[in-house]
């Protein structure tokens, strides 16, 4: 099972811009779907956005569509969250995710995945 290391969070004001990126130790060409979550104090985990080993499926929460965009680099074993127009409502700790067995068809719920980072804080300032 691969480490994965989530980076690029940090503070923004609305309107801004962030790249999140998540390195995995190893390859993550058979991870057969990654994922994007998000989760605030006291909030549960939700899925932001997911994508399919080949990079040709994407699915995404409709809080963020239009506006997040998730894309993975194989040959790198890195998966991105392009994220603009931020909101101060998406201010939240982001974790990327993967699993292995299935590939989504939407946005799946956290405990379909077993792989997870630490986490990358996001700050978006009114």
């Known amino acids: 099972q691969v480490r994965l290391v989530e980076s690029g969070g940090g503070s923004v004001q609305a309107g801004g811009s962030l790249r999140l990126s998540c390195t995995a130790s190893g390859s993550i060409y058979t991870a057969r779907c990654m994922g994007w979550f998000r989760q605030g104090p006291g909030k549960e985990r939700e899925g932001v956005a997911v994508?399919?080993?080949?990079?040709?499926?994407?699915y995404y929460a409709d809080s963020v569509k239009g506006r997040f965009t998730i894309a993975r680099d194989n040959a790198k074993n890195i998966l991105y969250l392009q994220m603009n127009s931020l909101k101060p409502e998406d201010t939240d700790m982001y974790y990327c995710?993967?699993?292995?067995?299935?590939?989504?068809?939407?946005?799946?719920?956290?405990?379909?995945?077993?792989?997870w980072g630490q986490g990358t804080q996001v700050t978006v300032s009114s």
């Open positions: 994508i399919n080993s080949g990079g040709g499926n994407t």
């Open positions: 995710a993967a699993r292995y067995d299935l590939y989504c068809f939407t946005v799946l719920p956290s405990s379909s995945f077993p792989s």
